[in-house]
């Protein structure tokens, strides 16, 4: 079977293709700037070998319709996404990569004879904790995003549900939050490759969000989570909220201290200001998902033991 993953050599990217390079898929990574450092870093050169790299733009229809024709694709893998903060500079560009990119892969499975799109929302569509009353946020909940990734993303699923009604479409999106692992380097969770890697190399580690409690998401579960969703059969619910372990950014780094007893890490006060218990029982009802990586085993893998 062929997979097209847009935004396939990211972070996210890369651990999904060798998931499904070691699985004997088909797998082509489409990127505006496709760069090979994560798969050569996670992966044998003999699996990275087997990877298809497609220069591309998710906003060019016709070039991703090409491609899509081209290798046959039968499922897509949607992560092509411009981030938090850099959305909030660019909000045209962020318009163009975020909803357009999108429309144009549901256009690829409308249109192409695609069999399914599995894409990443996130937990940002979603308001501050104080908008909820319930301790885990349903599934359901209002949107009220705070950012314009937020907005974006909220945005998106409307698309995505639309095109869903309108023909049909099998997708599932999935509300990321915090995506953690070796490669991270980008993006607003980009400090938790701070607070784990820095202390391995004896450099003092000031990490904010020091008041938060947060879902930490190891990536090679999201990896093993996405897969298993593009395989499955069409499902009642489309969108799904995720939920792996919720834990303080503070234990967090007294684990990282109980490794590395000298460790020098000095909190900031405050939040991100959004909610990550979420109620994800629509997705363990219809799916079915238990994360193999705790908070624990994710910072030991991170720091290599």
Not at 118 to 138: D, K, L, R, T
Not at 197 to 209: D, S
Not at 254 to 265: H, M, N, Q, R, Y
Request: hydrophobic share 40%.
């Amino acid at each position: 079977m062929a997979y097209l993953i847009t935004g396939g050599t990211g972070f996210i990217g890369s651990y999904i293709c060798r998931a499904l390079v070691r699985s004997g898929e088909k797998v082509i990574a489409h990127d505006y700037f496709p760069t090979r450092d994560i798969m050569g870093m996670i992966m044998t050169p003999e699996e990275e070998q087997q990877v298809i790299v497609e220069q591309g733009d998710v906003s060019d229809f016709l070039q991703l319709a090409r491609t899509v024709k081209e290798h046959n694709v039968q499922r897509i893998i949607h992560l092509a996404s411009m981030l938090h903060p850099a959305s909030n500079i660019n909000p045209p560009l962020a318009e163009r990569v975020n909803n357009l990119g999108l429309v144009n892969a549901l256009e690829c499975v409308r249109l192409l004879g695609v069999k399914k799109i599995v894409w990443a929302s996130s937990v940002v569509v979603f308001g501050p904790p104080e908008m909820y009353p319930e301790e885990y946020i349903p599934n359901d909940a209002p949107h009220a995003p705070s950012s314009v990734y937020g907005a974006c993303k909220s945005h998106c699923e409307f698309l995505a549900t639309h095109y869903q009604k309108a023909w049909g479409i099998d997708h599932i999106g999935l509300r990321f939050t915090i995506v953690y692992g070796p490669g991270r380097t980008r993006g607003a969770t980009s400090f938790v490759h701070k607070l784990m890697i820095e202390p391995a190399l004896g450099k003092p580690a000031v990490v904010p969000y020091g008041d938060d409690v947060i879902d930490w998401q190891y990536v090679e579960d999201i990896a093993d989570l996405v897969i298993k969703c593009s395989k499955g059969g069409p499902t009642k619910t489309h969108i799904f909220n995720t939920r792996f372990d919720v834990r303080s950014v503070c234990e967090a780094g007294e684990f990282v201290k109980s490794i590395i007893p000298d460790a020098d890490i000095t909190y900031e006060p405050g939040r991100f200001g959004i909610v990550w218990k979420l109620d994800d029982s629509p997705l363990q009802s219809e799916i079915g998902f238990t994360p193999e990586y705790s908070m624990e085993r994710g910072i030991l893998v991170m720091g290599g033991q």
